[in-house]
């Protein structure tokens, strides 16, 4: 279907069985995968987070002259937005400094084509990670990441798991998603703005709301899903928080952060 980006996922499993060509391991072609993507995408994502960056620090550096207006004119809204508007354009700060966004624009019709290309794909049915080294190990006898086309099963209940109301019978319980929540938590440090005075109650409750978002409903909607896709998203995820630190390092000690910097 269109909106699961077709015209990407034909591309997208010829790379991942060209990688898995020279890894002779799914697993390892799926990390793969995510670093060509990144390396692909590292570009914009510096200059967004490095124009994120810059604008956090001016919100911040402005957050007094903004208060100080909020509480001049806290009965009069339309006064209110004229003086933060005048403000915003005497410190020389655009709405459009803040795009940090964009790189996950960008990546989404990846996610979603990889996302179907991971649940119809008949390369990794049966096919386990890393070599199967969890069955060799164990003799067989644990069934972690054995089947990349199905969650990752560290504990299998098998068809007798309990039943629960909107997720059906849970067949195991599955570490990747878990894992891919505390993922999703740590890369929230580094990627969510800092509050500032200009935001309002509502603003912050939404913000606060797309936390729990990502850092809930996401792994509670991938808990069923290909363990393949999961370690793509934890893959993704660990690699953006490195690469987060990294332009934030950077970009402090070439003075990028200063103003004029």
């Not at 015209?7 to 898995?20: I, K, N, S, V, Y």
């Not at 001016?58 to 009069?76: C, S, T």
């Not at 997720?167 to 891919?180: A, C, E, Q, R, Y």
Request: proline share 7%; aromatic share 12%.
């Amino acid at each position: 279907a269109f909106c699961t980006f077709s015209w990407l996922t034909g591309p997208l499993l010829a790379l991942l069985r060209f990688l898995h060509a020279i890894t002779f391991d799914w697993a390892l072609a799926i990390i793969l995968l995510v670093v060509c993507v990144r390396s692909v995408l590292h570009p914009i994502t510096r200059w967004s987070q490095l124009r994120m960056l810059v604008f956090g620090k001016q919100m911040q550096g402005m957050a007094p002259k903004q208060k100080a207006i909020q509480e001049k004119y806290k009965d009069d809204k339309q006064r209110l937005q004229q003086e933060m508007a005048k403000l915003w354009r005497e410190e020389g700060i655009s709405p459009a400094g803040f795009l940090g966004c964009l790189p996950m624009f960008l990546q989404s019709p990846v996610w979603i084509a990889l996302y179907a290309m991971l649940y119809f794909t008949i390369d990794l049915r049966h096919e386990p990670a890393f070599f199967g080294v969890f069955q060799k190990l164990t003799g067989n006898a644990w069934s972690f990441l054995s089947d990349l086309a199905e969650p990752d099963h560290a504990i299998y209940f098998g068809a007798n798991g309990p039943k629960i109301p909107l997720f059906g019978t849970i067949s195991g319980i599955n570490i990747l998603p878990l894992l891919l929540g505390v993922v999703f938590y740590i890369q929230q440090k580094y990627l969510t703005p800092p509050p500032s005075a200009a935001m309002t109650p509502e603003q912050e409750s939404q913000q606060k709301m797309m936390k729990v978002m990502m850092v809930v409903m996401f792994p509670l909607i991938m808990y069923a899903a290909p363990s393949g896709l999961a370690l793509y998203f934890i893959t993704n995820s660990t690699l953006g928080i490195l690469e987060s630190r990294w332009i934030r390092s950077h970009a402090e000690k070439s003075g990028r952060l200063e103003p004029g910097g």
